[in-house]
């Protein structure tokens, strides 16, 4: 055994265009490793030991309260719509009958659950991948999308933007199709921002300070240059820039006040009777853990 080196500490990140102000310019100290992955995947990779922090579903974080605590200052959150969480529907939200759902998101089926108890409604929900507009036309009359494809699919239906309209002008429906936008139906049911995502570990095994600090500056420098962060990102996507853009300064990326008062809200209904959840020390409070210890 070699005991001049310390096992690493291995971060899974959930890297889809909302973190790219957080991930792109990150700089892991050393010591730090990272991989990638979907969101259903680093739920798992955290809770089963394989990486020891990761941006994660909010809800998996609050179902594993007792054992999870998240970093106090980091989220994805949005006040009112998102554009990446979309159900795509082609009759009125009460009459769909048959949603599919995406394997790849934890948060966004909790989310619907939460919607359609509060609207009295019960569709049957199944797992089915695809494009939403290939799964309509297959028979479902639902379909729950999230991330990037969610985002470019939601463009192809309402877009394109001309430059006379502004994404808040957008239609939410075309061609027969309605992008119910889940983020913009909790604002309108609870008035709170929605919390997508937060920064989560093991109680017991803290991230290294270095990796916070590092976390935190290349925040500071994503959203400091958010234009060619969208730029970047608009070319990958095939999307126009402004599109872009407007999606990612729509993100609360801090964990503020209004985020965690969406996030409690959405832990009280969605999983009733939930351990408390706990955050980390705030900036300039970290314990003195070092990368090394
Ligand atoms: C808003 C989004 O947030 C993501 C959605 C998640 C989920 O659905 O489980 C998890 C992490 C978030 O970063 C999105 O990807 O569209």
Do not use: C
Not at 148 to 174: I, N
Not at 215 to 244: F, N, S, T, W, Y
């Amino acid at each position: 055994m070699d005991w001049g080196t310390p096992d690493p500490y291995r971060a899974g990140w959930i890297h889809f265009t909302n973190v790219a102000p957080i991930l792109d310019s990150l700089v892991l100290p050393p010591g730090v490793t990272a991989i990638t992955g979907v969101p259903t995947q680093m739920n798992a990779a955290l809770l089963s030991g394989q990486v020891d922090i990761a941006n994660i579903s909010a809800v998996e974080f609050i179902r594993n309260a007792d054992v999870l605590e998240a970093l106090p200052d980091f989220s994805v959150a949005v006040l009112g719509p998102v554009y990446s969480v979309n159900l795509f529907h082609t009759r009125p939200l009460e009459e769909v009958r048959r949603v599919a759902l995406t394997a790849q998101s934890a948060m966004s089926v909790a989310l619907l659950e939460v919607l359609l108890r509060e609207r009295g409604l019960s569709p049957v929900l199944e797992r089915a991948e695809g494009e939403a507009e290939t799964l309509l036309a297959q028979g479902f009359d639902g379909v729950l999308r999230i991330g990037d494809s969610a985002l470019r699919e939601w463009y192809g239906v309402v877009g394109p933007l001309t430059p006379e309209t502004t994404m808040t002008g957008l239609p939410h429906a075309a061609r027969g199709i309605t992008v119910t936008d889940l983020a913009e139906e909790w604002f309108r049911l609870t008035g709170h921002p929605f919390t997508f995502a937060v920064w989560a570990y093991r109680k017991d095994n803290p991230p290294p300070p270095e990796l916070v600090q590092a976390m935190r500056e290349a925040r500071r420098d994503g959203i400091g240059h958010l234009a060619a962060v969208a730029q970047r990102h608009a070319r990958k996507l095939g999307l126009p820039e402004r599109v872009v853009q407007h999606y990612l300064w729509n993100f609360r990326y801090h964990l503020e006040a209004p985020d965690r008062l969406g996030l409690h809200e959405f832990a009280a209904k969605a999983v009733p009777g939930h351990a408390p959840l706990t955050f980390g020390p705030r900036p300039g409070e970290e314990r003195t853990r070092s990368a090394a210890d």
